[in-house]
């Protein structure tokens, strides 16, 4: 479908601003895509897209930008919708190998998403969004360390050791667990770390160095998370415009993608495709595509994209989709085989 002259402009400075991090003015255009317009035509429509709110004009330029909602306009209705070949012959290799476990697919698909966008690729474990906690338990040790073992109704063991103070109650301790056990059990995995954020101030009442406590529960939480979040190609992160010049967002950046927050990001999709820019849950510099994975006996998995949101959301999307098709078909091919084969036994 023919473009509206609108529309072929703000296509173009969405790409042109995503290829080279510049603001894009009426005269970039022209030079780099032979338009047939005006400059002043240009212009009356970058200022109407402005006042749309499709785009932005920078203090330093008068140039123009996209906007959050333009590149969510431009997801919805101008991108090209094409995909890599050489994503395609790297996955075909993949798949055409034998002897692998869905786990080393899954992850060398996933390395291919993060070398071939540029992007860091993440893969949410299944069943993350439903597991839930339903004990904890504490063993004193010598020496004075403890012992925390989290238990969840999916059968999943972490234990985490931690020092005591010398000074503490082991009543105190015991009143501390029953008081997070109750607060805490039933709790979805991936809003551990919120709930026992929001009863911190509680702990207060139980034990006076609860800290100590606190941070051996949240590096535990942090152990959960890190099973259920594999992450791939953060490295990419490093040679983005927007992160490598302000070391400060990079390390804002790379701790929100180990952090249980991202688990909790995840858990809340539902969609099959799903799209968040400059996601202000997160980080408004981030942005995250993500795609629903069937994986075989019934499970489902999630695989994304995150970087900038001046993101090739394009190829983002387009690798996306293509590998977590070709993997579902590739799962539905061995299930199919299995039970094949379980018949004939």
């Given amino acids: 479908m023919e473009l509206s002259r609108r529309d072929l402009i703000l296509k173009h400075i969405v ?14 255009l022209i030079q780099n895509y032979e338009l047939s317009f005006s400059s002043a035509t240009i212009r009356n429509e970058m200022l109407a897209l402005e006042t749309a709110g499709l785009l932005e004009k920078t203090h330093t330029s008068s ?31 993949i798949l055409s190998q034998k002897a692998q476990s869905v786990t080393e697919i899954i992850q060398k698909s996933s390395e291919i998403l993060s070398n071939m ?7 949410l474990g299944p ?22 073992v989290f238990i969840t109704d999916s059968g999943y063991v972490e234990n985490k050791t931690f020092v005591l103070p010398k000074n503490i109650e082991k009543e105190a301790l015991a009143d501390c667990m029953n008081l997070i056990n109750k607060r805490l059990k039933g709790t979805p995995v991936s809003e551990l770390s919120a709930k026992m954020e929001a009863i911190k101030p509680i702990l207060e009442d139980f034990i006076a160095e609860h800290d100590v406590v606190y941070q051996a529960f949240i590096q535990a939480f942090l152990n959960f998370a890190g099973e259920r979040l594999k992450l791939y190609g953060k490295d990419s992160l490093f040679n983005q415009p927007e992160f490598a010049h302000d070391g400060d967002k990079l390390r804002k950046i790379l701790t929100l993608l180990e952090s249980p927050k991202l688990l909790h990001h995840f ?4 969609g099959n495709l799903e799209v968040n820019i400059g996601d202000q849950d997160q980080n ?17 998995s999630r695989i994304a994209l995150v970087g900038p949101t001046r993101m090739d959301y394009d190829r983002a999307l387009s690798a996306l989709e293509y590998v977590t098709e070709m993997l579902e078909k590739y799962f539905e091919k061995l299930s199919d085989k299995s039970k094949v084969e379980g018949k004939r036994k």
């Fill in 267 to 270: 858990s809340k999709s539902s």
């Fill in 15 to 28: 790409e042109h601003f995503i290829k080279t991090a510049l603001p894009v003015g009426s005269q970039t």
């Fill in 63 to 93: 140039g123009r930008i996209p906007s959050s909602k333009g590149y969510q306009y431009y997801v919805d209705h101008l991108r090209n919708k094409s995909v890599d070949e050489r994503i395609k012959q790297q996955l075909q290799v």
């Fill in 127 to 148: 069943n993350a969004q439903q597991e839930k906690l339903m004990s904890i338990q504490v063993t004193p040790l010598e020496n004075n360390s403890a012992t925390v």
């Fill in 117 to 123: 966008t540029k992007l860091a690729s993440v893969v």
């Fill in 284 to 300: 408004q510099d981030l942005s995250i595509v993500s795609s629903k994975l069937r994986m075989p006996g019934e499970k489902e």
